[in-house]
Nanobody, 123 residues
Framework: QVQLVESGGGLGQAGGSLRLSCAASGIISRVNAMGWYRQAPGKQRELIASATVDGGTYYLDSVKGRFAISIDNAKNTVYLQMNSLKPEDTAVYYC??????WGAGSYRRSRSWGQGTQVTVSA
């Protein structure tokens, strides 16, 4: 089993910064990719940033140049540094991880979600 625990959300001001963290627990042998999604009220969940084991990254156009994703492989943790925050960044942020782990006597692949953390940006 793989569990993701997020931290770092809260209240930010427009133009300010916040950093989100998401740690994966379990007997993880390899991280294939980790990413961040967000869901604003009344809207669909959207992928905003992701990083793969080979170093590839993706950013939603609206966060390019403001947000940065990074993975600490030693800690199985993904971070999202959010700078130049805007009120429209207000949403629940979810991390997602595609990992290989050891469980029930074999290596398995897991795509897991964190519980979500609220980010609210005031004008």
């Amino acid at each position: 089993q793989v569990q993701l625990v997020e931290s770092g959300g809260g209240l930010g001001q427009a133009g300010g910064s916040l950093r989100l963290s998401c740690a994966a627990s379990g007997i993880i042998s390899r991280v294939n990719a980790m990413g961040w999604y967000r869901q604003a009220p009344g809207k669909q969940r959207e992928l905003i940033a992701s990083a793969t084991v080979d170093g590839g990254t993706y950013y939603l156009d609206s966060v390019k140049g403001r947000f940065a994703i990074s993975i600490d492989n030693a800690k199985n943790t993904v971070y999202l540094q959010m700078n130049s925050l805007k009120p429209e960044d207000t949403a629940v942020y979810y991390c997602n991880a595609d990992v290989q782990y050891w469980g029930a006597g074999s290596y398995r692949r897991s795509r897991s979600w964190g519980q979500g953390t609220q980010v609210t940006v005031s004008a």
